[in-house]
């Protein structure tokens, strides 16, 4: 069973509602169903294809004391029956104090893309200057300044929502920008 159609949905419920009823021709039909999709579960958890095995035998085990929690509706069969083989392949992994672990030379080497401490403070500093210098501008200017590079609004747009000619808008942003070069490149 490779996609979770309606169809299969509704089959998967039928077959639910039969092995509640203990049924086990349906717990057949339901093992040939999904066990494919199960054990691929139980196999990356675990980790070894024999392990795996005795997991989904006790997967089954589960779904057949189980099987009449299930609820029509309430989640798709397949993720219900998905979950327990994951739990209980993670109980497995847990009890069996297994880990998947490789050599360390196996390992990969990560870079930390992060800036280290000096240039991270740097930064830091630089932001906080082109902070100092926005408020050293009029506010005109300021409000300008921000509405065209933070929130990509053209002078045009601008000069419209402020009621001014759009050569005002220019201005005030031109004469803004200078001031700025000239504050920030103070540093």
Not at 50 to 62: N, P
Not at 79 to 92: M, V
Not at 122 to 132: C, G, I, P, S
Not at 161 to 182: E, F, N
Request: aromatic letters at 6%; a negative charge; hydrophobic letters at 40%.
């Amino acid at each position: 069973m490779t996609t979770d159609t309606l169809d299969e949905r509704i089959q998967l419920c039928e077959m639910l509602r039969r092995v509640a009823a203990e049924d086990r021709d349906a717990l057949g039909e339901l093992y040939r169903m999904t066990s494919a999709r199960l054990f691929g579960i139980c196999l990356r958890i675990c980790g070894d294809r024999s392990s795996a095995e005795d997991v989904l035998q006790e997967v089954y085990t589960i779904i057949w004391k189980r099987a009449g929690a299930f609820q029509v509706g309430s989640i798709y069969p397949i993720a219900w029956l998905a979950t327990i083989a994951r739990n209980r392949s993670i109980d497995w992994v847990r009890a069996s104090g297994r880990r998947a672990t490789r050599p360390i030379e196996e390992a990969v080497d990560v870079a930390d893309d992060r800036p280290d401490q000096r240039v991270a403070a740097e930064r830091a500093e630089a932001v906080q200057r082109l902070y100092d210098c926005l408020d050293e501008l009029s506010a005109p200017q300021r409000d300008a300044i921000r509405t065209a590079f933070v929130h990509g609004m053209t002078y045009a747009e601008i000069a419209d929502a402020r009621d001014v000619p759009i050569g005002t808008m220019k201005s005030w942003v031109r004469r803004g920008l200078l001031q700025l070069r000239g504050c920030v490149g103070d540093v």
